[in-house]
């Protein structure tokens, strides 16, 4: 066999067939990057359904003059979403690490609406 078959699913990744690589090779990586492009394209789902979330809750908090950030409500969720890595096998610092990165887009969103609403109120 001189092509590759990339399998079920469309993903251009998965067709970025390179020359001198071994057919079998060539095979296993495209199932691979396969799913790799499926998780990314779940986990970009899942960030637009959280996105959606903490928009109703930055308008919940400028429309009752609450602080955009809670660290008490971060710090749980650091120490919750840490266990649950560790018994993934993911790292913990790399969960926390890309919590904290995706709250604080959310803190920066939050302080757009507050702007926003105190602008608004004149
Ligand atoms: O739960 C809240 O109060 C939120 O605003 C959401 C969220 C989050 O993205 O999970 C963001 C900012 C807060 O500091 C804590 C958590």
């Not at 499926?38 to 609450?66: P, S, W, Y």
């Not at 604080?104 to 105190?118: K, N, S």
Request: net charge negative; with cysteine; proline share 7%.
């Amino acid at each position: 066999m001189t092509t590759s078959d990339p399998g079920p699913g469309p993903s251009p990744a998965a067709s970025d067939d390179r020359p001198g690589i071994d057919d079998s090779v060539q095979a296993e990586l495209n199932r691979l990057r396969g799913s790799i492009d499926n998780i990314d394209a779940a986990v970009v789902h899942m960030l637009a359904e959280r996105f959606k979330c903490t928009q109703q809750v930055g308008i919940l908090k400028a429309e009752h003059q609450l602080p955009p950030a809670d660290p008490s409500r971060e710090a749980r969720q650091i120490t919750r979403l840490r266990e649950l890595a560790e018994n993934a096998r993911l790292d913990p610092a790399f969960a926390e690490k890309l919590l904290n990165f995706i709250i604080a887009e959310v803190i920066r969103h939050h302080e757009t609406i507050a702007d926003g609403a105190r602008a608004e109120e004149g």
